[in-house]
């Protein structure tokens, strides 16, 4: 777990070096490009705390509503949104009324297509995941859009880093 640890701290540095446009540095000749693991499995072991926090978003999180909802968890890097998430994520109470689920990590280099295929990817049952690799914008938007009009689906988009990839993900394709 320290392990684990330290290397998402430094995948969190290295992050905040690309923020404030420090660039060059090489590690064996290599530029470093950050990359953040998640262990799910970790998570249930190790938490501890925060039993009303869960509990308000377990509420939260099943409120029927015919309208898709967004929750967000927000603050400075470190505080463990991620974990949270993971913990909400992985719930018996969150995971049984759900059909479907996606986990996409987005972090600063924001690629629409591919969150979106991502997403799409894991909604879909196996054997029609291979299908995705090929579409573009306009049918992933309405794979997206009918996979959720069939299935109750939860999405975590984890790591997003600004508010305009935020607007460019729920932007709709119009003909």
Same mark, same amino acid.
């Given at each position: 777990?320290?392990?684990?640890?330290?290397?998402?701290?430094?995948?969190?540095?290295?992050?905040?070096?690309?923020?404030?446009? /420090?660039?060059?540095?090489?590690? &064996?000749?290599?530029? +470093?490009?950050?990359?953040?693991? $998640?262990?799910?499995?970790? #998570?249930? =072991?190790?938490?501890?705390?925060?039993?009303?926090?869960?509990?308000?978003?377990?509420?939260?999180?099943?409120?029927?509503?015919?309208?898709?909802?967004?929750?967000?968890?927000?603050?400075?890097?470190?505080?463990?949104?991620?974990?949270?998430?993971?913990?909400?994520?992985?719930?018996?109470? /969150?995971?049984?009324?759900?059909? &479907?689920?996606?986990? +996409?990590?987005?972090?600063?280099? $924001?690629?629409?297509?591919? #969150?979106? =295929?991502?997403?799409?990817?894991?909604?879909?049952?196996?054997?029609?995941?291979?299908?995705?690799?090929?579409?573009?914008?306009?049918?992933?938007?309405?794979?997206?859009?009918?996979?959720?009009?069939?299935?109750?689906?939860?999405?975590?988009?984890?790591?997003?880093?600004?508010?305009?990839?935020?607007?460019?993900?729920?932007?709709?394709?119009?003909?």
């Amino acid at each position: 777990m320290e392990i684990n640890g330290i290397k998402a701290n430094l995948a969190d540095i290295q992050q905040s070096l690309l923020t404030f446009g /420090i660039t060059g540095l090489e590690q &064996a000749g290599e530029t +470093v490009v950050p990359q953040r693991i $998640f262990y799910f499995h970790d #998570v249930e =072991k190790y938490f501890v705390g925060m039993e009303k926090e869960i509990d308000q978003l377990i509420s939260d999180l099943m409120k029927k509503d015919e309208n898709y909802e967004v929750n967000s968890l927000w603050g400075m890097g470190g505080q463990g949104k991620t974990t949270l998430a993971q913990k909400l994520y992985n719930h018996v109470k /969150i995971r049984d009324p759900f059909e &479907a689920f996606a986990w +996409v990590c987005i972090s600063q280099q $924001f690629d629409r297509e591919k #969150v979106l =295929k991502g997403i799409l990817k894991q909604l879909l049952p196996h054997d029609r995941k291979g299908e995705v690799s090929d579409m573009e914008d306009p049918d992933l938007v309405d794979g997206l859009r009918k996979v959720q009009l069939e299935k109750m689906c939860l999405i975590v988009i984890d790591d997003i880093w600004n508010v305009d990839s935020w607007k460019m993900l729920i932007l709709t394709h119009h003909s």
